[in-house]
């Protein structure tokens, strides 16, 4: 028994070595901020979605990379924008009123996916504003958009938004009026 734990062991360690040895050569450059900014110029949007997501992730609270990716709010691109947007939610970036109008005129999207992209990036923003856009999402079509709406009327809006989220109580799917009855929670809550 002791030679099969000795020989697992010699394997095991050079398996190790190996593997340390070889790491390097195979191993993918880290880019530099700049250098992933300049990649945001390419014209492959899916180029420039997985670089956003590189850049938020590696320099969340760097000018450059909020400047450079705010510049891309109004692209013509959906995949895009809607990367945009959420990264500045997900990094709680400043953002001006416009900005703001920018983001929110992807709620008036028809496809719900891109109507929800807004919603979660207007949750990490200071963005009470926008809620008068917010609020006719709560009678949506798509039930995802709905629960999106009321998870973001929750972190935007007052105890004065209550009666339209009551509204859903009454709805006929359970995750809907789930959803409400979590936002009125919150909203009580708010001082």
């Keep these: 028994m002791i030679k099969i734990t000795k020989r697992s062991f010699v394997i095991a360690l050079a398996c190790g070595v190996f593997a340390l040895t070889a790491a390097p050569a ?3 450059k ?13 014209p492959k949007e ?8 590189k850049l938020e ?10 400047a450079a990716v705010k510049g891309f709010l109004g692209d013509n691109r959906a995949k895009v924008r809607r990367k945009a947007a959420r990264v500045l939610g997900a990094i709680h970036a400043e953002v001006t009123s416009a900005e703001i109008k920018t983001i929110s005129g992807l709620l008036k999207a028809t496809d719900p996916r891109e109507v929800m992209d807004g919603l979660i990036a207007l949750r990490g923003l ?9 609020l006719p999402l709560l009678q949506h079509a798509d039930l995802k958009v709905i629960g999106d709406a009321c998870r973001t009327v929750a972190v935007h809006g007052t105890k004065s938004n209550i009666p339209a989220l009551e509204a859903l109580l009454q709805h006929p799917n359970a995750k809907v009026q ?8 919150i909203l009580k809550n708010k001082s």
Excluded: C, H, R, Y
């Excluded at 880290?30 to 390419?42: F, N, P, R, Y």
């Design 46 to 53: 899916d180029v420039v979605a997985s670089t956003m997501l």
């Design 26 to 28: 195979g191993a993918a």
């Design 57 to 66: 992730k590696q320099f969340p609270t760097s000018p450059k990379t909020i």
């Design 178 to 185: 789930k959803e409400a009855n979590d936002a009125i929670f």
């Design 126 to 134: 200071q963005a009470a504003e926008a809620l008068p856009e917010i």
């Design 30 to 42: 880290v880019k530099t901020e700049d250098e992933l900014i300049a990649e945001l110029a390419s």
